[in-house]
T-cell receptor, first 113, second 114 residues
């Protein structure tokens, strides 16, 4: 079946460095992707989204890149801060017009001061 | 004030007991979802509802049931709890129709079944 997965389960970076979190997806019909951040003891929080008709989208300190050719999604965090430490999930819309998200397993980002 | 609230936040129960988890939202969204989260498995969809009269099974609905009492309320029930239902449960909402939009999550309910 279709699935969303992550290349790296953990990522440790130094404060101030840039972070890149990767996600592979296998449903070529997916048309919408979201990155969520989940801090310990909290529910997932929206970071940024991208539609399949785009290759890149930028937010505040975050950039999402979508490569449909290889079905790859990445989240780049610039100047990573200790407050960025969390689990990051990618999710794809696997339901087409019914809009249903399928989540990846998550990557734990640890920022060292 | 939180837009999506869940009660209780923590619950410990015994095998065979009936448990209800409640979710309320003030976002005015039509769509509501229940997920469970287990370590290493990410979020898995249990049930979802696109409006008050619409209920759909997710990928892991066995052992669970839901009720959409109103647009703002979506409850999840475990009719006879078992230990492998120990998990973190999240409710989420999203805007309806054909809009592709983010899901907003509640703070979660940590359920332990002994």
């Amino acid at each position: 079946g279709e699935s969303v997965g992550l290349h790296l389960p953990t990522l440790s970076v130094q404060e101030g460095d840039n972070s890149i979190i990767n996600c592979a997806y296998s449903n070529s019909a997916s048309d919408y992707f979201i990155w969520y951040k989940q801090e310990s003891g909290k529910g997932p929080q929206f970071i940024i989204d991208i539609r399949s008709n785009m290759d890149k989208r930028q937010g505040q300190r975050v950039t999402v890149l979508l490569n449909k050719t290889v079905k790859h999604l990445s989240l780049q965090i610039a100047a990573t801060q200790p407050g960025d430490s969390a689990v990051y999930f990618c999710a794809e819309n696997s339901g087409g017009s019914n809009y249903k998200l399928t989540f990846g397993k998550g990557t734990l980002l640890t920022v060292n001061p | 004030d939180a837009d999506v609230t869940q009660t209780p936040r923590n619950r410990i129960t015994k095998t065979g007991k009936r448990i209800m988890l409640e979710c309320s939202q003030t976002k005015g969204h039509d769509r509501m979802y229940w997920y469970r989260q287990d370590p290493g498995l990410g979020l898995r969809l249990i049930y979802y509802s696109f409006d008050v009269k619409d209920i759909n099974k997710g990928e892991i609905s066995d052992g669970y049931s839901v009720s959409r009492q109103a647009q703002a309320k979506f409850s999840l029930s475990l009719e006879s709890a078992i230990p492998n239902q120990t998990a973190l449960y999240f409710c989420a909402t999203s805007q309806g129709l054909a809009v592709l939009a983010e899901q907003f999550f509640g703070p979660g309910t940590r359920l332990t079944v002994l």
